[in-house]
């Protein structure tokens, strides 16, 4: 089930399947801003990745004594949350430990969404909850995908990612097959508050970035200034993405609080670098900021 808020300038749709955002409507000039699904280029809009990032080593975990299979960014994408409170400019989702959640990642959580809107900005916090195992580890991280170009008079690079620093992004690579290789680390660019989007950027895949420096990383219209902004202030790791359709439909802009596996890693779970590790009774949370100034 779908639920809508909106305010002057934005109108946010977030589905209950995943609690996944999958419209944010320009009021002013009725654009979709966000990527919208085409199955045929990438079938998604902006999943939640929880209860890791990436992919496991091997595709398996060993979690309390038993082995469990598990796919991409695990699993909160693929299952219904609930809405469980609303106003005019907030939805709130939960997805609690279930049968099914079990039979992936054997722990208790609860994982909560809230959408807030705030002009044109939209906050989206994940809380998580351990109500009841001696200790919650877990990776989290965001996946929103932003409609490119903004109007049929640009292309793909008429546009560029822009940072609020000066940087020279060092990137982990995970090539050829999506696990951290441990031999390799490049730097993207060198001394730039820009990287040029082109049709040939994403061939290889994501670039997954460590320590930036820049409050906020955005993609940007270069002749015209109109842009979308996240705020990335906190998050170790963000990752820039887009299909390997021609020409670039889409791109994503991706905090992450953890990394993929490593390729020769554990499987243990215990083993896997975690976004956080919680006691039993604790909480913790992160929220991703992203403006809309287009």
């Known amino acids: 089930m779908r639920h809508t808020i909106e305010n002057e ?49 091997g595709g398996k975990m060993l979690a309390k004594g038993m082995e469990y299979t598990g796919g991409q960014h ?3 994408r693929d299952v219904e949350h609930t809405l469980v409170n609303r106003t005019d400019d907030t939805l709130v989702f939960e997805l609690h430990a279930n049968a099914e959640t079990l039979k992936k990642w054997p722990y208790a959580f609860v994982l909560r969404s809230t959408f807030t809107l705030n ?45 609020s620093e000066l940087e020279s992004p060092l990137c982990i ?12 680390f490049y730097y993207l660019a060198r001394n730039t508050k820009a990287i040029p989007l082109t049709d040939d950027l994403f061939q290889n895949d994501s670039f997954c970035m460590v320590n930036l420096r820049s409050a906020n990383l955005a993609i940007v219209e270069k002749d015209t200034g109109r842009m979308v902004s996240c705020n990335i202030e906190g998050y170790p790791y ?29 499987i243990d779970w215990d083993q896997r670098p975690c976004a956080a590790s919680l006691e039993e009774g604790e909480t ?7 403006t809309f100034e287009r």
């Open 238 to 266: 963000v990752l820039i993405w887009s299909a390997k359709a021609k020409p670039v439909r889409f791109v994503c802009i991706e905090p992450w609080q953890s990394l993929p596996g490593e390729e020769n890693g554990p």
């Open 173 to 184: 690579s995970s090539l050829p097959n999506g696990l951290l290789n441990g031999r390799e």
């Open 9 to 57: 300038f934005i109108r946010l749709t977030v589905d209950t399947h995943g609690a996944e955002a999958v419209s944010v409507i320009n009021k002013q000039t009725g654009a979709e801003m966000l990527w919208q699904a085409d199955p045929s280029v990438w079938a998604r809009h902006a999943p939640i990745l929880f209860p890791y990032t990436g992919k496991l080593t």
């Open 284 to 290: 913790w949370s992160t929220t991703l900021y992203t």
């Open 119 to 163: 002009g044109k900005t939209v906050g989206h916090t994940l809380t998580v909850d351990n109500p009841v195992e001696d200790q919650l580890r877990f990776g989290i991280g965001y996946h929103p995908a932003f409609a490119i170009p903004f109007d049929d008079k640009h292309t793909t690079t008429d546009y560029e990612f822009r940072f």
């Open 74 to 76: 695990g699993f909160a």
